[in-house]
């Protein structure tokens, strides 16, 4: 949700205004209703129905109001999996949400959006997924109204995270079809990493060619300018800031910390590990379970500054990418706002984009995710080196992460399809 709000937020700056298409009342695992503040004013949101299949899931499967099948299906624990609710969950979701479960607002979405180009005059579509359904729109507003079009990947497609790992032959027909008729049909592809980009090629190798943009992710200085930080601990604070679910999650930090308590250690008499944001259930039972659960608090979800100021107000800022291909490109959302920080970083994550960026720039220090050795390793220099001592990075890294300048070389890419400066 940043990545769109904040070009929302600065465009303007760059001479484009931006006009915004999303859906009415629709459902979502989480709220941050103080992101409403950042929208300038005057800026024209157009909502259009949508019909989703999440409230009916969470009766039939008895799960809690704040879960959604997006993130509910990678939070189980292998009991509630062989439960048939779930198994019959996942089957549909798999077979008939092509992309995603998001699909049924396309009608709805083309219809408006066909609508707000003629009237707003609109010189450029942005489409940003996940869902991927945005980039079907972007995709049918190209080709029946032949307006420029970006399609913008915050994640790759097929077989990622968030997405079914198995569906039936023919619904994975379909969604190839639907990702090669997206890549082959945008006028520029951006993607957040060089990863990302290659996962969709490796699918589609005949589409390589100069249309493909790199456009970080990154951090907004002024959502730091204002934010109090909370009072230190007497212990150091490692803390973990946003959601954890399926591969991504604390196990093998866990077992480093356990054999450091079983081997008497006096780490564990000087840390406490905080996670602040959702945590699949899975992982909540693996913690409450730890022989380190004492040195475990959890925050439930709050807003982005209250976040923010439970980062800027802790000692080392944790970043786990578990070990996986499709992981060595993945430069996650969640990094650059841990440089904006300006914390040391602990880094469980293989070898890729996001170690080479850390160590390059003496961010932190980086063990292999399942590596429990080079875990405790890391764990003890970290802790024993840099903790509570705060080393802002090189400016020249900050600025080019800024999400103002990345807001700028988009306005520069529709300049470019446009012919507008």
């Not at 707000?116 to 450029?124: A, G």
């Not at 308590?261 to 780490?267: I, N, V």
């Not at 000692?315 to 650059?336: R, V, Y």
């Not at 160590?359 to 980086?366: D, E, I, M, Q, S």
């Amino acid at each position: 949700m940043q990545r769109p709000l904040k070009f929302i937020k600065y465009l303007r700056e760059f001479g484009w205004e931006p006009v915004v298409l999303t859906a009415k009342d629709a459902d979502y695992p989480a709220y941050d209703e103080t992101f409403v503040n950042e929208i300038p004013a005057g800026v024209k949101i157009y909502r259009s129905r949508i019909v989703e299949p999440y409230r009916f899931y969470r009766k039939f499967t008895g799960r809690n109001a704040d879960e959604s099948t997006d993130i509910a299906t990678l939070t189980l624990d292998e009991q509630d999996k062989r439960k048939l609710s779930e198994r019959i969950s996942e089957w549909v979701r798999s077979a008939m949400f092509v992309p995603d479960a998001r699909i049924a607002w396309l009608p709805f979405a083309y219809s408006l959006a066909k609508k707000v180009i003629y009237k707003e005059n609109i010189d450029v579509v942005l489409s940003t997924a996940p869902p991927y359904t945005t980039n079907l729109i972007g995709m049918l507003l190209h080709r029946n109204l032949n307006v420029p079009w970006i399609a913008d990947f915050r994640d790759s497609w097929i077989g990622w995270l968030s997405t079914p790992q198995w569906r039936p032959e023919l619904s994975r027909a379909l969604e190839r079809w639907m990702e090669s008729s997206v890549l082959r049909y945008a006028d520029r592809v951006i993607t957040v990493t060089p990863g990302v980009k290659e996962d969709l090629l490796s699918r589609n190798p005949g589409l390589r060619d100069g249309r493909w943009k790199l456009l970080y992710n990154g951090f907004d200085p002024a959502d730091f300018a204002q934010v109090q930080p909370k009072p230190k601990q007497d212990k150091i604070t490692i803390i973990y800031s946003g959601s954890l679910y399926g591969n991504r999650n604390p196990e093998y930090l866990l077992r480093a910390l356990e054999e450091l308590k079983s081997e008497g250690s006096d780490l564990l008499n000087r840390i406490r590990l905080l996670f602040v944001g959702r945590v699949g259930e899975a992982i909540m039972k693996r913690m409450e379970n730890s022989s380190v659960a004492g040195l475990i608090e959890r925050i439930p979800y709050v807003t982005h500054a209250e976040s923010l100021s439970y980062l800027t107000g802790s000692d080392i800022s944790l970043l786990i990418i578990d070990d996986a291909p499709e992981n060595a490109g993945i430069l996650t959302g969640k990094l650059f706002e841990y440089i904006g920080a300006g914390n040391p970083i602990l880094a469980l994550a293989p070898e890729g984009n996001a170690a080479d960026l850390i160590r390059k720039n003496k961010l932190g220090l980086v063990a292999h995710p399942k590596r429990v050795d080079e875990i405790k390793k890391v764990l003890l220099g970290i802790v024993g080196s840099r903790a509570g001592h705060k080393s802002p990075p090189d400016p020249s890294l900050i600025h080019q992460f800024e999400r103002r300048i990345l807001t700028k070389q988009l306005a520069e890419m529709m300049g470019e399809l446009t012919g507008k400066d």
